[in-house]
Nanobody
Framework: QVQLVESGGGSVQSGGSLRLSCAAS???????MGWFRQSPGKESEGVAV???????FYVDSLKGRFTISRGASENTLFLQMNTLKPEETAMYYC??????????????????????WGQGTQVTVSS
């Protein structure tokens, strides 16, 4: 069983930066991990994933601005967000799954339901 707890959300002005953290209980070293976000009235959107070997995939609109990474302990996940935009105001969730494709799968357009989810951390970007 894996439990995930996000932190690092908050309010920032347009163009600002935030770094989200996800602390995992249980061994996530061999799991595919990712960040998702959901704005009010909108469907959940995948942001980025990282596989156990460190390979990453980002949705096109975020390339160059967001960076997903694992901590040295392997039980921590980060999302560095730069040049934030007001439309990126959302609840951000950390998730984990044992899907074998992970970043490779996302790069082909495949999507699946992740098994483990955190409670989310709110990010608000003001204009």
């Amino acid at each position: 069983q894996v439990q995930l707890v996000e932190s690092g959300g908050g309010s920032v002005q347009s163009g600002g930066s935030l770094r989200l953290s996800c602390a995992a209980s249980g061994n996530t070293k061999k799991l595919c991990m990712g960040w998702f976000r959901q704005s009010p009235g909108k469907e959940s959107e995948g942001v980025a994933v990282i596989d156990p070997d460190g390979r990453t995939f980002y949705v096109d609109s975020l390339k160059g601005r967001f960076t997903i990474s694992r901590g040295a302990s392997e039980n921590t996940l980060f999302l560095q967000m730069n040049t934030l935009k007001p439309e990126e105001t959302a609840m951000y969730y950390c998730a984990a799954d044992d899907h074998p494709l992970c970043a490779l799968g996302w790069s082909t357009g495949a999507r699946w339901d992740f098994t483990y989810w955190g409670q989310g951390t709110q990010v608000t970007v003001s204009s």
